[in-house]
């Protein structure tokens, strides 16, 4: 199973854990297995059927380009990194 790092602005959707173990083949797998383990998170996500574009996928430190067709592997380490703004 995957290891997902909660961002902290989610962490009130997994009762505070920063890191989650999820099942998945595929991205979209595992995005839909954090939205059935923890409501809510696929909205804070995605946009439709993609990764919202403010938020960047790294998959094993490696950011990721293949939106929710991105195979993972039983030992991914996946971060979802919302964009930073500021001035």
Request: net charge negative.
């Amino acid at each position: 199973m995957a290891t997902i790092a909660i961002p902290s602005l989610m962490q009130k959707l997994t009762n505070g854990a920063n890191q989650v173990v999820v099942e998945g083949k595929t991205l979209r797998e595992v995005v839909n297995n954090l939205e059935a383990a923890y409501p809510g998170f696929k909205d804070r996500l995605c946009e439709g059927d993609r990764i919202r574009p403010g938020i960047s996928v790294y998959i094993d430190g490696v950011m990721t380009r293949e939106g929710m067709h991105q195979p993972i592997s039983e030992t991914a380490n996946i971060h979802f990194v919302p964009a930073v703004s500021g001035g």
